[in-house]
């Protein structure tokens, strides 16, 4: 599951949620005295992990020799 980034509109408070990418995206700022509208962030994401069968060292691997 994906960890998003979310930031109030009212009182700038960021944090993060982990939840699924069909789930609902959070609309409520969870500071007690605020509860203001939020925003989704763009983040960079963990990125991509190849585990599992069908990926090779070799397919990913520097080309030996000049760089012409």
């Known amino acids: 599951m994906p960890t998003y980034s ?6 700038g408070h960021t944090f993060d ?5 069909s789930a ?3 609309k409520i700022c969870p500071v007690e005295t605020c509860n203001s509208p939020v ?7 963990a990125g991509m992990i190849f585990k599992g069968g069908g990926f090779y060292e070799t397919d990913y691997k520097k080309k030996s020799g000049n760089p012409d």
């Open 39 to 45: 925003e989704k962030l763009l983040g960079t994401g």
């Open 17 to 21: 949620a982990f939840h699924s990418m």
């Open 6 to 11: 979310y930031r109030c509109k009212s009182c």
């Open 24 to 26: 609902e995206p959070l």
